[in-house]
């Protein structure tokens, strides 16, 4: 079946750190990939997403890109903000399987002044 | 505001209590998603709507949990019989397609004592 795996956390940076949070997946047919992001208290929320092999998803100064080849899909920031602690959830809808959305165990980003 | 509630937000219960939980989508979101997450972990999938049907409850650990979306909008998912295992955050998300971004709400945390 489908799976993903995200390296475990907390990652602890000082702010403007780089930052990349590892995310490999298995799947049996064509997958979206997705970031979500929760921030505390708060729901889930889309940071980025790609839909096809080399696609590259961006928001807010995150990116990630669709490998195919290494299937994965890892989290990029140049240079991470207190703002951006919060715990970050890859995730995977196989397009060509189950429609049923799978996540990984999620990576806790703790950002120092 | 326009996105995804829950309530109640927590929910204390003795175990053996039955307990219901309430989702509101997004309204005109014809897709929604019930996921149980425990403390550490990502979100499991538990069922999945589209309008009022029931298309997939392959998620629901026993047959304590029953959810139920009679008009197509507000959906409540059930759980009898509450043991301590019950115990995790219970997640809704609404989306206009299964394959489409997810928007989820903030959560019910059940304690179950």
């Known amino acids: 079946g489908d799976s993903v795996t995200q390296m475990e956390g907390p990652v602890t940076l000082s702010e403007e750190a780089f930052l990349i949070i590892n995310c490999t997946y298995t799947?049996?047919?064509?997958?979206?990939l997705f970031w979500y992001v929760q921030y505390p208290g708060e729901g889930l929320q889309l940071l980025l997403k790609?839909?096809?092999?080399?696609d590259k998803g961006s928001n807010k100064g995150f990116e990630a890109t669709y490998r195919k080849e290494t299937t994965s899909f890892h989290l990029e920031k140049g240079s991470v903000q207190v703002s951006d602690s919060a715990v970050y959830f890859c995730?995977?809808?196989?397009?060509?399987?189950?429609?049923?959305?799978?996540f990984g165990r999620g990576t806790s980003l703790i950002v120092h002044p | 505001g326009a996105g995804v509630s829950q309530s109640p937000r927590y929910k204390v219960a003795k175990r053996g209590q039955d307990v219901a939980l309430r989702c509101d989508p997004i309204?005109?979101?014809?897709?929604l998603f019930w996921y149980q997450q425990a403390l550490g972990q990502g979100p499991e999938f538990l069922t999945y709507?589209?309008?009022?049907?029931?298309?997939?409850k392959s998620g629901l650990p026993s047959d304590r949990f029953f959810a139920e979306r009679p008009e197509g909008s507000v959906s409540t998912l059930k759980i009898q019989r509450t043991q301590q295992e019950d115990s995790a955050v219970y997640l809704c998300?609404?989306?206009?397609?299964?394959?489409?971004?997810?928007?989820f709400g903030p959560g019910t945390r059940l304690t179950v004592l």
């Open positions: 799947a049996t047919g064509y997958p979206s």
């Open positions: 995730a995977l809808s196989d397009q060509g399987g189950s429609y049923i959305p799978t």
């Open positions: 309204s005109g979101h014809v897709s």
């Open positions: 790609a839909t096809k092999a080399d």
């Open positions: 998300a609404s989306t206009s397609g299964p394959l489409n971004e997810q928007f």
């Open positions: 709507f589209q309008n009022e049907a029931q298309l997939d």
